[in-house]
């Protein structure tokens, strides 16, 4: 009788982790906790304050990331922390020698129908929105399939519209996208104002 119940009780988690779908790389509840405890201590900050990872973000990718390529990071950050990002031109500004590059977009949101899925196999996706409010939609990975060749470094999707997950970014947030994190971006807000300067850092993914 403990066994059967015990098989039954199995069942109905693996039913309800299908049912909550695959949007990210999984982690463990431990690993969830020590990265979330990391992420608040904030020694990855290097002098930006202005904005922590929004609650999509996939801590863990994050905090393995960064110790695994902390030169780049610490320089994105410190040129976030130094920079007028209101200020500064549109356009791509390298960021010191880290060989990374900063892309400042003046841009608009548009209705999801013109916007495509995608995702990253070398790079993460790092996304700032510094001006207005953008709209990121995350596809689950199950109900989805690519509807293109990958061309480094970008792939796209279709997927279903039901199950995929809406957050609106602002200043207060930045956005982290690793290669499990199939996205859309640019998606229009339920606000008059459509209008957002963003800032886009591509970062090495380090297997």
């Known amino acids: 009788m403990k066994k059967t119940l015990m098989m039954m009780a199995m069942m109905m988690m693996a039913m309800m982790v299908g049912a909550q779908g695959v949007y990210t790389k999984a982690v463990s509840k431990q690993e969830a906790k020590a990265a979330k405890k990391w992420v608040k201590k904030g020694e ?3 002098g930006f304050v202005a904005a922590k990872p929004h609650e999509s973000v996939n801590l863990v990718e994050f905090q393995s990331q960064y110790a695994k390529n902390k030169a780049q990071w610490d320089a994105m950050f410190r040129w976030l922390a130094e920079t007028d990002l209101l200020a500064i031109p549109k356009g791509k500004h390298p960021i010191g020698d880290s060989g990374l590059t900063a892309s400042v977009e003046d841009s608009e949101n548009e209705p999801l129908e013109k916007r495509r899925s995608e ?35 970008v792939i796209h999707y279709d997927y279903d519209r039901q199950l995929a997950r809406f957050y609106d970014s602002t200043p207060q ?6 290669p499990d994190d199939w996205h859309i971006a640019k998606v229009k807000t339920d606000l008059e104002d459509q209008t957002i300067r963003v800032i886009v850092v591509k970062l090495d993914y380090v297997q």
Do not use: A, C, M
């Open 44 to 46: 990855w900050r290097n």
């Open 119 to 153: 995702s990253h196999w070398q790079k993460i996706d790092f996304q700032y929105v510094v001006k207005g409010t953008e709209r990121f939609g995350i596809i689950e990975h199950n109900s989805s399939k690519p509807n293109s060749k990958y061309r480094p470094d």
């Open 173 to 178: 947030g930045f956005f982290l996208f690793f």
